[in-house]
């Protein structure tokens, strides 16, 4: 059975506070991993894919990185609009996703 | 703008009740999928679609029940037997056929016991 755990389940930072939030994952034929952002009320939106260990995406403050078994969110120099639920999201060989429980980030001016 | 369509954006059961639950999308995607999300939890998948006129059950299918008559057009009925019905629903709708396309997800529908 697919499993993903996602940590922690609560960050909060001030802004400008660079860290970190983890994605393990185990995944029966592992094909691409992907990160969403959720805003309170809304549904997922798309943010990065991953394909293979050693692979980093980039988009604004935001860098995903991923491993056989982890994948990693750095937020550098966060700002308060950046404050959101992070999901993670393996694919799987039946290109079906499992859902992490997600990272809350607040994220104070 | 393409996108998908859900609606209402709150909705609220009786007792002994089906609800229906609505799900357009304009993107030509020929999959389409139902999650519940419950607080602190992540999306689990209740029934998917690959293709018009079929559909499979996802982990949680007890108590659901849908239909694919259009590609554009996916709902979602909760019925009186699922005993605990509260929570927030996503569809979501990605291209089939490569794997590196993400799923896209409209805004939600809350949905909750009267």
């Known amino acids: 059975e697919d499993q993903v755990t996602q940590s922690p389940e609560a960050l909060r930072l001030q802004e400008g506070e660079s860290s970190s939030l983890n994605c393990s994952y185990t995944?029966?034929?592992?094909?691409?991993l992907f990160w969403y952002r959720q805003d309170p009320g809304k549904g997922p939106e798309f943010l990065f894919t991953l394909y293979s260990a050693g692979e980093e995406k980039e988009k604004e403050r935001l860098k995903a990185t991923l491993t056989k078994k982890e994948s990693f969110l750095h937020i550098t120099a966060p700002k308060p609009e950046d404050s959101a639920t992070y999901l993670c999201a393996p694919n799987n060989a039946g290109n079906m996703l499992t859902f992490g429980g997600g990272t809350r980030l607040m994220v104070k001016p | 703008d393409g996108g998908i369509t859900q609606s209402p954006k709150y909705l609220f059961r009786k007792e002994g009740q089906n609800v229906t639950l609505s799900c357009e999308q304009n993107l030509n995607h020929d999959a389409m999928y139902w999650y519940r999300q419950d607080p602190g939890q992540g999306l689990r998948l209740i029934y998917y679609?690959?293709?018009?006129?079929?559909?499979q059950k996802g982990d949680i299918a007890e108590g659901y029940s849908v239909s694919r008559e259009k590609k554009e057009s996916f709902p979602l009925t909760v019925t009186s037997a699922q005993k605990n019905p509260t929570a927030f629903y996503l569809c979501?709708?990605?291209?089939?056929?490569?794997?590196?396309?993400?799923?896209?997800f409209g805004d939600g529908t809350r949905l909750s016991i009267l």
């Open positions: 979501a709708s990605r291209v089939t056929g490569s794997s590196n396309q993400p799923q896209h």
């Open positions: 679609s690959q293709i018009v006129n079929d559909f």
């Open positions: 995944v029966s034929g592992l094909r691409g």
